[in-house]
């Protein structure tokens, strides 16, 4: 039992100002209730590995029919940065204890790889695989009994998570969530304002959102001519994807959009580059412009698409308007944002520019930072002023691109260590990375991300 004193509650807005004193009683139950992890992609399987780790009650929830079902739909992609820094400490060891072999920890792995070989052998883990629900569909959370405006007794109350599953709607209590959910399929739009318009959505069968596999829909792309819209490495990733295609489809026609004030800043370090491979990359992009097997349009501002007999770019350059024509189809690698529906009903802290957890913001401003220069960083930046309540991973970047696996892992390393009663661990930093970052390209496959 606890007194609470309240200052100046009113009953009602004609009613005079009094001080009154409530008795209520303290919910101690919630405690043996689970801690819900959403998305069994890398960083909610590693939150589980670190629960298991603090012998601490879960639940794994994952949309998909699989684990990291996100991940398998851009398996064909090489991550930029290596194993050893892809494997997280907790779920190694317990990976270690069974049959599983490490691979090679100098290689970079594809999205196929990152599943087969490391996501999928944990989670079949005996420890793990009981507490995973797959093909469930978060569709909100809330506090149990309250919507966000209430306040009364808030704190104590534990969380109501509202999951679809075969066609019902099933009610699971939690005493703490970890939002993994990430940002994948919820892609930015090709306009350059981000406002999605009517007509964008309805060329959604001549346009692919990402890094498409270029190999696979090779009747797709082949004799046509496609805008690659974007100015990062993932579209420089497509765009070397392509060209390979029209090596063997001479006619295929390759057009380059993006908002840069000239192509060369998309390069990068080139032959100066502290790391050769990602650097071979912007050598690489830098030759097919200068033998025009790719045209540049830049700065170019997209204010809408139309569909005449062709797919039609409507935008600015040099401050006058031009509509670019001809296209068959179109490649937006113009980054992702997160979907903060199911969170609505939940006290969040979110900035207002990047859309990732407040106090992360200045960490991992883009405009400041890559994907090798934001610090780790752990339960204290991400804390929302809903209590017990978490964004990781990618999500909690927001809009920002600069997500790196292992800083993932580190954040909930620091929050299950937080939510299992251990403060000071939660406070320490436990992840390195090398000055020069840790990203890296295999020209073997010119498909990369960052995270």
């Known amino acids: 039992m606890k007194t609470l004193k309240v200052i100046n ?40 590995a670190h629960l298991v780790e603090q012998k601490q009650a879960f639940i794994l929830l994952e949309a998909g029919r699989e684990i990291a079902h996100n991940i398998r739909t851009w398996g064909h992609v090489t991550l930029f940065s290596p194993w050893r820094y892809n494997i997280n400490k907790a779920a190694k060891a317990l990976l270690d204890a069974s049959d599983w072999v490490e691979p090679n920890l100098d290689m970079l792995p594809t999205g196929n790889e990152l599943i087969d070989l490391y996501l999928k052998p944990l989670s079949e883990l ?110 420089i990733n497509t765009l070397l994807a392509l060209a390979e295609l029209q090596e063997e489809n001479p006619a295929t026609k390759l057009v380059w ?84 529906t199911i969170n609505s009903e939940l006290r969040l802290s979110i900035d207002a520019a990047t859309e990732s957890v407040q106090a992360l913001a200045p960490l991992i401003d883009p405009n400041e930072h890559s994907c090798g220069t934001v610090r780790a960083h752990g339960e204290e930046i991400l804390r929302q002023p809903e209590k017990d309540f978490y964004i ?23 929050i299950t260590a937080y939510l299992s009663g251990d403060k000071e661990a939660s406070k320490r930093v436990e992840l390195e990375l090398p000055e020069t970052g840790v990203c890296g390209i295999n020209l073997a496959n010119q498909s990369n991300s960052c995270c």
């Open 392 to 414: 990781v991973g990618a999500k909690s970047y927001g809009r920002a691109p600069t997500f790196l696996m292992a800083t993932g892992y580190e954040q909930v390393r620091s």
């Open 126 to 235: 005996v420890q793990i695989k009981p507490n995973i629900q797959l093909n469930a569909k978060v569709v909100g959370i809330s506090r149990k009994f309250n919507d966000k405006m209430k306040t009364k007794n808030r704190v104590e109350q534990s969380f109501n998570i509202y999951v679809e599953q075969e066609n019902d709607i099933n009610i699971i209590e939690a005493k703490a969530v970890i939002d993994a959910t990430g940002t994948w399929g919820n892609p930015n739009p090709a306009n350059t304002t981000g406002v999605w318009l009517q007509n964008e959505k309805a060329l959604a069968n001549h346009i692919e959102y990402g890094i498409p596999d270029i190999n696979s829909n090779a009747k797709r792309y082949a004799n046509k001519k496609i805008a690659v819209i974007g100015g990062g490495h993932s579209a």
């Open 9 to 48: 509650q009113n009953g009602s807005c004609c009613t005079p100002a009094k001080d009154i004193e409530v008795q209520e009683t303290v919910n101690n139950s919630n405690k043996n209730l689970p801690i819900v992890i959403i998305g069994a992609g890398p960083i909610g399987l590693a939150a589980a």
């Open 257 to 340: 959009i993006m908002r840069k004030r000239s192509v060369e800043e998309a390069y990068g370090g080139e032959e100066k580059d502290a790391l050769a491979a990602r650097g071979a990359l912007g050598v690489r992009i830098h030759e097919l412009v200068d033998t025009g097997k790719v045209e540049v349009i830049t700065p170019f501002y997209i204010s809408q698409l139309k569909k005449d007999e062709s797919i039609q770019i409507v935008g600015t350059i040099n401050e006058e308007t031009k509509v670019l024509t001809g296209f068959e189809e179109l490649i937006v690698n113009a980054g992702n944002r997160p979907d903060l």
